[in-house]
T-cell receptor, first 117, second 113 residues
Framework: SAVISQKPSRDICQRGTSLTIQCQVDSQVTMMFWYRQQPGQSLTLIATANQGSEATYESGFVIDKFPISRPNLTFSTLTVSNMSPEDSSIYLC??????????????FGEGSRLTVL | AQSVSQHNHHVILSEAASLELGCNYSYGGTVNLFWYVQYPGQHLQLLLK??????LVKGIKGFEAEFIKSKFSFNLRKPSVQWSDTAEYFCAVTGGSWGKFQFGAGTQVVVTP
């Protein structure tokens, strides 16, 4: 495994604004995903971050609301756009396939706790 | 569609007691199964995983899980818990090849001294 760093670790935002969360891995990975963990609930996959192309979104999540970038094999961003209190959640970056080797498991960052007022 | 069901949302037990957390899944194909743990204030960590072979899987910190294909279950066990096992435990399932993870709702375990 490797170190997965997310920034910011937490933030309080105003309704209607946007926030970009960064995920940096200290080694190259094949797969990068973004999950959401709402209060008292399980993890829900938002999208798969594809290197150099558009992310693949799960049902219920759209690019206009959650634009994602992945310019290389170690970095991705998730933007939460036009935020509302319902977006208050922990957003988790997860990765797999260190060094191109797929072990089938996911590794997680510490998450970014977002509160929208 | 994949689904994962964890039977208990909250479990409270005393140190040295035995722990068993239930996990059932619904998926029409080959599955990979996982248990993750999230200690207070920390990130999710892998406890153990099952891909194939011996259905009794041993993980870190004395945890084990048993895959029972006929029951679509992957229950987590620990014979004797410690206070440091206080955490939230998540069961997760994915397809045979690299795929999306489906997580259960999680079980909050509190171990009292």
């Amino acid at each position: 495994s490797a170190v997965i760093s997310q920034k910011p670790s937490r933030d309080i935002c105003q309704r209607g604004t946007s926030l970009t969360i960064q995920c940096q891995v200290d080694s190259q990975v094949t797969m990068m995903f973004w999950y959401r963990q709402q209060p008292g609930q399980s993890l829900t996959l938002i999208a798969t971050a594809n290197q150099g192309s558009e992310a693949t979104y799960e049902s219920g999540f759209v690019i206009d609301k959650f634009p994602i970038s992945r310019p290389n094999l170690t970095f991705s961003t998730l933007t939460v756009s036009n935020m509302s209190p319902e977006d208050s959640s922990i957003y988790l970056c997860s990765v797999g396939g260190f060094g191109g080797v797929n072990t089938g498991e996911l590794f997680f960052g510490e998450g970014s706790r977002l509160t929208v007022l | 569609a994949q689904s994962v069901s964890q039977h208990n949302h909250h479990v409270i037990l005393s140190e040295a007691a035995s722990l068993e957390l239930g996990c059932n899944y619904s998926y029409g194909g080959t599955v990979n199964l996982f248990w993750y743990v999230q200690y207070p204030g920390q990130h999710l960590q892998l406890l153990l995983k099952y891909f194939s072979g011996d259905p009794l899987v041993k993980g870190i910190k004395g945890f084990e899980a048993e895959f029972i294909k006929s029951k679509f279950s992957f229950n987590l066990r620990k014979p004797s818990v410690q206070w440091s096992d206080t955490a939230e435990y998540f069961c997760a399932v994915t397809g045979g090849s690299w795929g999306k993870f489906q997580f259960g709702a999680g079980t909050q375990v509190v171990v009292t001294p």
